[in-house]
């Protein structure tokens, strides 16, 4: 569903060139959740950019469903971290959510369906007329998945989508976007800076470098698929798998402080 084959990303500016990103290369099959980790400022957010087509490699490929990336493919939604800023607060969560089906001209009655059903799949149903500022934080994040979500894309990319929410909220919203994953069997490619969390959600995580950023390692998942915040996190598994990963990324960390 999703090839990066020798991708790499360099930035110019006031003449200081820095690699953010070496060189990845690694595929995602259809339907996996696959979860991105590395030190911070290693490339997680450029990369997840190259992918959505909105900013453009250096070097390497990228392919959705075996089509180059050359700017934002369809089938493809993105979440970002900042949801506020993504939600339009002049216009009705339904309205919010709605806003993408209207530009790809899909049909009213179909654009209805959609909005109740992805409204409903995130809990909130009872809220299509209310605006984004009248809820919570976490509320609002819903709001931003619901409208990815009935976009109906094949492939669903996260950026650090449950950083700015509470402990309590972003275990709700782990669990939900699980649920969402197994319910549309979308392929999903979720950035993210806690460990914990990815481990949790992950059917595979891949380890980032420090920039310019390669693949440390790739690792499969091996928990049970039924996941529970209480009995997954209790599993011996689940710590063992954590802290390596952590210790991986520490490693990474101290490659950087002695390159420096």
């Known amino acids: 569903m999703l090839e990066v084959r020798g991708l790499r990303k360099v930035y110019d500016s006031h003449g200081r060139r820095v690699e953010a990103i070496g060189e990845l290369s690694f595929s995602v099959p259809d339907g996996q959740f696959l979860c991105v980790v ?3 400022g290693c490339g997680k957010t450029t990369l997840l950019r190259c992918i959505a ?3 453009p490699p250096t070097a390497g490929t990228i392919e959705v469903e075996g089509v180059p ?10 979440v970002f971290q900042e949801y506020g800023r993504s939600l339009f607060p002049w216009l009705r969560v339904r309205d919010n959510v709605e806003l993408p ?4 001209g899909v049909p009213r009655e179909r654009r209805r369906r959609l909005v109740d059903e992805a409204l409903e799949a995130v809990g909130l149903a009872g809220t299509h007329r209310a605006y984004p500022w009248q809820l919570s934080g976490g509320m609002q994040q819903r709001v931003a998945i619901a409208r990815a979500v009935a976009y109906q894309p094949r492939v669903l990319l996260m950026d650090e989508p449950f950083a700015a929410v509470d ?30 969390e990815a481990v949790y959600l992950a059917e595979r995580v891949i380890v980032l470098s420090a920039a310019p950023t390669r693949v440390m390692e790739d690792l ?19 710590t063992e798998l954590r802290a390596h990963v952590y ?14």
């Open 220 to 238: 499969e998942i091996d928990l049970p698929a039924d996941r529970d915040q209480l009995v997954t996190r209790g599993d011996p598994r689940f």
């Open 53 to 55: 087509g909105l900013l």
């Open 38 to 40: 590395g030190p911070s």
């Open 167 to 196: 402990a309590q909220t972003r275990s709700e919203l782990e669990d939900l976007i699980r649920s969402v994953w197994r319910r549309l069997g979308v392929t999903l490619l979720f950035v993210t800076h806690d460990i914990d």
């Open 69 to 78: 990336v050359t700017g934002p493919p369809p089938g493809l939604a993105v």
């Open 247 to 260: 210790a991986q990324i520490q490693k990474a960390k101290h490659h950087t402080e002695e390159a420096s």
């Open 101 to 104: 089906l209207r530009s790809a």
